[in-house]
Every structure is written in C-alpha cells, then in structure tokens.
C-alpha cells in the first residue's frame, strides 16, 4: 500500500501558480476532500498531514525544501515511520504528457527533473511510485525552465486540474495496494464519446433539392 503521498513543487506565493507545483496542487486537493490541514514540520523539512485509513497510517507530505532538494524531505519522514520506497507515491509535473492526461508509474529514471533527481539521490533509489500530471512541453528545449516556472494558460491549468480531479477517485484503490485497479482509473484519461443518437424510421433528413 502507498504509506506516503509526496506533491512536488517549490514554496513561496511567486511559485503557488506555476506549472512545477502540480504536485502541491494534488496534495491541495486531497487534503480538502479529506478534511485534513497541512502544518509545518521542521523535522520533514515540509507541509505534513496524517490520516487513518484502514487503521494505518498514510502521510500528506509537500517538501518546502526548493524542488531541487526535495529528497531531503521525503527522506527524512520515510526514515522515521520506516516507510519503504515502494509504499511512496511522489506527485509531479510532467513534461511529456498534455494537460489532462496522467500517468502512473513505479521506478524509471529521473528523466532530468530536478524533484525526482534529488529524491532517487536521498533514497539512494528509484524504485518508488510516481503520478506524472501532464503539464506539456513548449517544444524546445531550452525554454523548459522558463515554461515549468510560469503559470499555464487558463484552459491547460483547468485540464490538469480536471486530471487532478479524476486521479483522486484512485487513493482508495493507491492505500489499499491495488495498484492495477490505480493504474486503470488514472489512464483513462477521458470518457468515452457519446455514441450519436439512433435514428428510426421516418427520421432520415430531407435529400438536397
């Protein structure tokens, strides 16, 4: 079961709307579907907030660290509630998906993004679960670090926060462990198309004069 959520992003009102703090967006969200206040913790180095869920323990956590020594957090509350890292779940933006579109994933590279980069460094692994919130990419490269640190457009920040929306329906299936049923509700990233109604007889349009 997934024991600690971590949302990446970077601290500081100037950062609150930018793309690189999806990951704080997440963890927003679910903090306000469960009721619960994120409060400072100097011991973790971030926001923490804690829940029962089936008589365990499940951690909120956002590092306020800067994202480039995110690992220093989540390192520090894994350690002390000995949480392994196949039961942490790391939420972050995700160049190389679109807005509205997430994926779910366990281990991999940190593909050169700076949160990641410093968790594998501090946990001395990847081998943790990551939920990838599509930010899309500007299409070169460097105009990344100006594009993750900027506000999306007004449309792309309702996409994500449609994807945000949708990806909470699996922490139940997330702390239960039942991680294909997880990966099933956060990749169908859209509903289907409504079939077009069906016509009966005597419906047909008129043929063109």
Do not use: C
């Not at 079961?1 to 992003?9: A, D, E, N, P, T």
């Not at 989540?74 to 039961?87: G, M, N, Q, S, Y």
């Not at 993004?113 to 501090?122: M, P, T, V």
């Amino acid at each position: 079961m997934i024991k600690l959520f971590v949302g990446l992003g970077n601290p500081g009102p100037e950062y609150e709307a930018t793309r690189h703090n999806a990951g704080f967006w997440w963890i927003d969200a679910l903090a306000r579907e469960r009721k619960l206040t994120l409060v400072p913790e100097r011991s973790y180095h971030g926001l923490v907030a804690r829940m029962q869920v089936g008589g365990q323990p499940v951690w909120l956590l956002e590092p306020q660290t800067f994202m480039n020594l995110s690992g220093k957090s989540v390192a520090a509350l894994a350690r002390f509630f000995k949480i392994e890292p196949h039961e942490i779940l790391v939420v972050h933006d995700e160049l190389d998906v679109v807005p509205g579109q997430a994926k779910l994933k366990r281990g991999g590279s940190h593909a050169g993004h700076n949160g990641l980069r410093d968790i594998h460094a501090q946990l001395g692994t990847g081998d943790y679960w990551r939920l990838r919130l599509g930010i899309g990419h500007p299409g070169v490269k460097s105009e990344v670090i100006g594009w993750v640190l900027k506000k999306p457009l007004k449309e792309q920040r309702e996409a994500i926060e449609d994807a945000i929306a949708r990806t909470l329906h699996a922490f139940p299936a997330l702390v239960a462990g039942e991680m294909d049923k997880a990966t099933l509700l956060i990749h169908t990233s859209k509903p289907p198309r409504p079939k077009p109604p069906r016509r009966e007889p005597g419906d047909e349009p008129p043929a063109p004069a």
